[in-house]
């Protein structure tokens, strides 16, 4: 007698695939970092050449002194704001460049 296949919607198949594959927190890492310019705003987006995520530590590189200064100030604000998009305690220090 043959199993039955249980049906899933196509979100749970995609969740359960990354997160089998240990990719889910790349995925929502990701996600994340699309919404940049929402996030910080488009004058800082305008002025960011790089952003990445990596151990847990938010690498951004600006075009711009007085605005990498502008942003050292508000590191705290920045990690918020990630982490509140996430929705858990995706970044836990800020490296500007």
Do not use: C
Request: glycine fraction near 4%; avoid cysteine.
């Amino acid at each position: 007698m043959k199993k039955k296949r249980e049906v899933k919607d196509m979100k749970t198949a995609i969740a359960s695939y990354l997160k089998a594959n240990g990719l889910d927190e790349l995925y929502q890492e990701r996600q994340v970092l699309s919404k940049w310019e929402d996030l910080v705003g488009k004058p800082i987006a305008l002025r960011t050449d790089y952003v990445t995520i990596r151990e847990k530590v938010l690498y951004v590189e600006l075009s711009s002194a007085v605005m990498r200064d502008e942003l050292s100030k508000h590191k705290t604000r920045l990690m918020k704001l990630i982490n509140d998009e996430a929705g858990f305690e995706m970044v836990k220090s800020v490296f500007l460049k």
